[in-house]
């Protein structure tokens, strides 16, 4: 639960899974999403998979990523939507993955 | 990046103790002998025949999703049977003789209200098929989370009925909040494939 949480702390994975909410989506099509380098993005989605929030299938050439929230790990994610959790968090790189 | 391999020792272990449980209920009751039977070979006989018509597939994504969702559907049916097995064998035994009037009956309501709310919590935890030909990723998430949810607060008030409520109404209040749940989630479901 404390990979949730970690995952969860940071504003860039919820958006991540704010899209994922919406339909699955490659790895390409969420990066162009976000003003953040590649290396960046790729541990943003280590952590997520090692929380088990989303799951990386590679389809082809590209890695589509689908969203794997169960309903309270959904309300942690509102919550931590509304109350605005690690908006001044570490980038991953600094973080221990 | 693959895909986990879909669970093969929880399914196991859960469909051994429904045989396992159904063997003595039969044994100890014998007025439920084709009751217990058909208990004792329902899963075991249902689950092999699914692996046997999966057998010669490749062991592709699809197959991992397909294969994951039946294990993990035979897990909670064999919950769904380990739990009044063992409340018969209970009361065979006679270990609910000091439990007051009706008390096994809101135990049993209780116990699935948790079941079920346990699998709505998880229900919307398994990712999409991308390769579903029936309905498109997007709708198909959208409904899963949307009947997890529903899943979750029907057991929830499931599970506060069979504690709370007079005995004489708990029965028909959850059932309709039982089927007004599935009703939902169906015609959700109805509705998004409509679209």
């Known amino acids: 639960m404390s990979q949730v949480f970690k995952a969860l702390s940071d504003p860039t994975r919820r958006r991540v899974l704010e899209l994922l909410r919406e339909k699955p989506m490659s790895a390409g099509e969420i990066a162009a999403e976000f003003d953040v380098s590649k290396p960046t993005m790729s541990a943003h989605f280590a952590v997520l998979r090692e929380a088990d929030l989303v799951d990386a299938t590679k389809v082809g050439k590209s890695v589509i990523y689908r969203i794997k929230l169960s309903v309270l790990e959904d309300a942690l994610l509102g919550f931590a939507q509304v109350f605005g959790l690690g908006q001044n968090d570490k980038t991953p790189d600094q973080e221990d993955v | ?195």
């Open chain 2, 1 to 195: 990046m693959t895909a986990k391999k879909p669970m093969l020792m929880m399914p196991l272990m859960l469909v051994t103790a429904t045989v396992a449980l159904s063997a003595i209920a039969a044994i100890r009751e014998p007025d439920g002998l084709f009751a217990f039977l058909a208990a004792m070979i329902l899963l075991p006989l249902a689950w092999t025949v699914i692996e046997l018509r999966n057998r010669g597939r490749d062991h592709d994504e699809r197959w991992r999703d397909d294969m994951g969702s039946i294990r993990w559907s035979i897990s909670a049916a064999a919950v769904m049977m380990i739990i009044p097995l063992g409340m018969t064998l209970a009361i065979s035994y006679e270990l609910t003789e000091n439990l007051g009037d009706n008390l096994e009956q809101r135990v049993m309501g209780v116990i699935f209200g948790i079941i079920f709310l346990f699998y709505g919590n998880a229900s919307s935890k398994r990712p999409v098929s991308l390769t579903s030909t029936k309905t498109e990723p997007a709708r198909m998430q959208a409904h899963t989370r949307f009947a997890g949810r529903v899943f979750v607060i029907t057991a929830l008030a499931y599970t506060l009925i069979w504690t709370f409520a007079p005995i004489d109404y708990a029965l028909p209040a959850a059932m309709i909040i039982l089927f007004s749940g599935v009703a939902l989630a169906v015609l959700n479901m109805l509705r998004l494939r409509g679209k």
